[in-house]
């Protein structure tokens, strides 16, 4: 009888202990859940406020070095310098979209109400394309209320399209602005953030945490100097170069180039008609000007500074660079072009270590 009452004293309480951890483990599911809902709409501005940090730690240990003491001044310093060279122009760029894509439409309209000009003699000598590009072109200017007619059906869906793409483009914009807010604070606890991250991957990955470390860390950087950078530098030149000679929406344009940088070769597709637009204007001067800015400067970026800087780190493919701008667009938004090219390069690196460097024979599996 004792015996019968022992057993079931033991099975009682071994019942308790097992719900007692089953819904502890509910309980941390839920919290856990909890916690990924809440921070779901943030993870792109926390991923990119980690990788500004990273790739602008070197000049943050400089203000350290320069300004001891004072870790909380350098960190605001920082963010201060991140927030003037990485969201200022693109919060211009939105606070001005659509002035911008109402003085392209007036524009057009003022075309179309003093007749598209026949085209240049050179356009029919243009090789494949040029005789049905000439015949073209005339049947327009010869036609204008055709070309009226044109106008004014595309003048209000643009309208509305640039609004929608104004909105969007506006919440990229803040989410940069959060990304680099969320900075300032990394940059306080940088140190003990790598630390933890340090710890957990050595538990996962074993003795070679160091080295895949290191080749990620690499490829962060070589991607983002070398193609975000980049791009960024040549959207703002290419800005600069088109309001110094005068090209009607500059901020525009240069978003534009910006956009293209990301294409070899990209940037005269858009620097290039807008000098052929000043020649044809009459600004003969200014069209000089713009040609030899294009060349020496928007695509000297593109030449000479871009292999380089790629160089240095993951000489990632042009279609995964491709593919990361518009998945990072489609699953991040606008900050998911930065995002996008700079995941998957990690992963790309990270797969070609793995198949190319494989982990020596007993050491694959990760520390206990």
């Known amino acids: ?3 019968w009452r022992y057993v079931t004293a033991m ?4 019942l308790f202990n097992q719900a007692e ?10 919290l856990l859940t909890g916690c990924v809902v809440v921070l779901r709409p943030f993870v792109s501005a926390l991923l990119w406020a980690a990788i500004l940090c990273y790739c602008t730690w070197p000049l943050f240990q400089v203000l350290e070095r320069r300004f001891p003491g004072h870790r909380h001044l350098n960190a605001l310093l920082m963010t201060l310098l991140l927030g003037v060279v990485l969201v200022l122009p693109f919060a211009v760029v939105a606070m001005t979209l659509a002035e911008n894509l109402a003085g392209i439409i007036a524009w057009g309209q003022a075309a179309v109400r003093n007749g598209l000009p026949q085209p240049p ?4 000598t243009l090789p494949l394309v040029g005789p049905q590009l000439d015949a073209g072109w005339h049947s327009w200017a010869n036609d204008g209320a055709r070309l009226e007619a044109l106008v004014r059906s595309t003048a209000t869906p643009l309208r509305t399209w640039g609004l929608h793409r ?26 003990r953030v790598v630390s933890k991250v340090a710890d957990g991957a050595k538990r996962l990955l074993g003795d070679r945490t160091q080295h895949l470390l290191t080749v990620v860390g690499q490829t962060v950087k070589g991607v983002v100097y070398g193609i975000l950078g980049t791009a960024l530098a040549q959207g703002i030149v290419a800005g600069i170069g088109f309001w110094i000679a005068g090209v009607p929406s500059p901020l525009l344009w240069g978003l534009l180039t910006f956009f293209v940088s990301f294409i ?17 204007t009459g600004q003969t001067g200014w069209g000089v000007f713009l040609a030899i800015w294009g060349f020496f400067v928007i695509s000297g970026v593109d030449n000479v500074v871009r292999p380089y800087l790629i160089s240095r780190g993951c000489n990632l493919p042009f279609i995964l660079v491709l593919l990361g701008v518009l998945g990072g667009v489609l699953a991040f938004g606008f900050i998911g072009m930065f995002l996008g090219p700079v995941l998957l390069a990690m992963g790309y690196a990270l797969i070609e270590e793995w198949t190319v460097h494989p982990a020596p024979p007993g050491r694959e599996n990760p520390e206990p």
């Open 121 to 124: 003699a050179w356009v029919a």
């Open 1 to 3: 009888m004792h015996g």
């Open 264 to 280: 070899p070769g990209g940037p005269p597709f858009v620097w290039v008609p807008a000098t052929v637009w000043l020649f044809y």
């Open 166 to 191: 104004g909105l969007a483009f506006g919440t990229g914009v803040f989410y940069m602005i959060l990304s680099v807010f969320v900075s300032f604070f990394f940059f306080c606890d940088g140190e």
């Open 11 to 14: 099975s009682g309480k071994l």
């Open 21 to 30: 951890k089953l819904g502890g483990m509910v309980l941390l599911g839920l």
